[in-house]
């Protein structure tokens, strides 16, 4: 790295839409920060794709923010950083952090009785990632993994207070509340959305740990560390979010207001086969 | 066409899984022909996707399926059909037949009040074009189309008969129920795997029509049209069903065992993007 990346952007992704309450933590802690923000609306959800698919998609994804010039990147995907962090890494050459470890380690550190519960994708919680950090950053702790596939679609339906939701959520929460965890990791990004009514299922006492603030913290550790932290008193470029998606811009915007509490600029759509 | 054509497959592409209640009926109607059936499972759902986005999908697998040698094509995905076969049927040197023409034909024909109702994805509902087709064939019919955009993850969950599909079919249906349509199409190839539950909801009294099974009997008399029917005097190949994938073989030919009645040759996986 060389000087003058700290005026560049942090480049942010995930399959579609969730990422943004990634997106919308890290413009908390970190304001004075330029954000470059992809969501694959093209070939969402990424939950039930298979391990090679997603390293696949999450390669012409980092190869995409390679020409937006990004000094770091978060890969604000849950099951692509279960599935392709890993792999990745080491091919590109700024500091990229996913919301896997982060969120693994609050809860380790947080939780009393050592019983942690994990809801994400059906792709996320098979890759066991969360349940391999649990482990190695809480040695003896019991881990418990629940799929939840039906969260994502009822969320996107824009479900997040509805009966539906609500029986789905009685279901998927059951064994989890019967082993008795006291920390649970909302393991995709959509699950924030619902956070008022997984917490009425899990009931008061038990923590609710959000990876995405967790990154954004962890991002501001990274961009200290590396000496990348944008100068405040340089003039901010005209356009400091920009967002880019793989499918229609238009419902892309409209969605995002719902989870974004400012104004977005239509987005712009990118052909992410051609990378 | 030149003569030895007859003895080429049909070609048969959907967005995933849910084609294969279509090809199941061509099964029934053309047990004779050879089938090519192409699932585009890395990038399912296409339901909520843009039509630009199905589109460029369609362009790709007609590539695809040209590679195969097809004699004719179905486009059994009716978010594909409806979205992409106008736009790109001039572009295919073979008869090639869609889902939505024969569904609605059927259905106009049927009904007896002129109240005839659409379910689909949001793509087909939005396209309209049930609704036109609707009215060619019935001018003065009264279309009532709803998308159920939950179906499809509810159905792919494998939740056929749970309370969850129930609740949503009661709230996706009322409104149908109400307007007093006596004809419903079930535009979705998902759809028919819910039927006793659709049946349960909308009365007995109402027709439910499965445009897989009119377009098998319409694809039959396109071959018959073009002389295009296979001589079953002459051997049938080893493989008579070829199936092909985007993603993981192994999880679409579990899903495709609860569909089919036969064991299913795993699918080979290719990567559609290059077409």
């Not at 004075?32 to 609306?41: A, H, M, P, Q, S």
């Not at 008022?196 to 959000?210: S, T």
């Not at 005209?238 to 998606?245: C, E, I, L």
Request: glycine content about 8%.
């Amino acid at each position: 790295m060389t000087a003058g990346n700290q005026s560049k952007p942090i480049g942010i992704f995930d399959s579609g839409l969730g990422g943004l309450t990634v997106f919308r933590e890290i413009v908390n802690e970190l304001p004075n920060e330029d954000l470059v923000y992809f969501g694959d609306t093209a070939r969402v959800p990424y939950g039930s794709k298979s391990k090679d698919t997603i390293v696949h998609y999450t390669d012409q994804i980092l190869s995409f923010l390679k020409t937006q010039e990004v000094k770091a990147i978060v890969v604000a995907c849950n099951t692509a950083s279960a599935y392709a962090l890993e792999e990745l890494e080491d091919r590109v050459e700024v500091p990229i952090v996913g919301v896997v470890k982060p969120g693994a380690k609050v809860a380790a550190k947080e939780s009393k009785n050592g019983k942690i519960g994990v809801i994400g994708t059906k792709g996320t919680i098979r890759s066991g990632l969360y349940q391999k950090y649990l482990k190695e950053y809480r040695p003896g702790a019991e881990v418990f993994g629940k799929p939840c596939p039906l969260f994502v679609p009822l969320v996107e339906e824009g479900l997040w207070d509805d009966v539906l939701t609500r029986t789905a959520a009685a279901r998927y929460l059951k064994e989890l509340k019967e082993a008795g965890v006291d920390t649970l990791i909302m393991g995709c990004t959509h699950y924030p959305l619902i956070r008022p009514l997984i917490r009425e299922e899990m009931g008061e006492d038990v923590l609710l740990v959000n990876p995405a603030h967790e990154t954004a913290e962890r991002m501001k550790e990274v961009l200290e560390l590396w000496e990348l932290n944008r100068d405040p008193a340089v003039p901010r470029s005209d356009a400091p979010y920009r967002f880019y998606v793989s499918d229609d811009p238009e419902s892309f915007r409209d969605f995002a207001s719902k989870i974004l509490t400012f104004p977005l600029p239509l987005p712009e759509k990118i052909d992410i086969e051609a990378y």
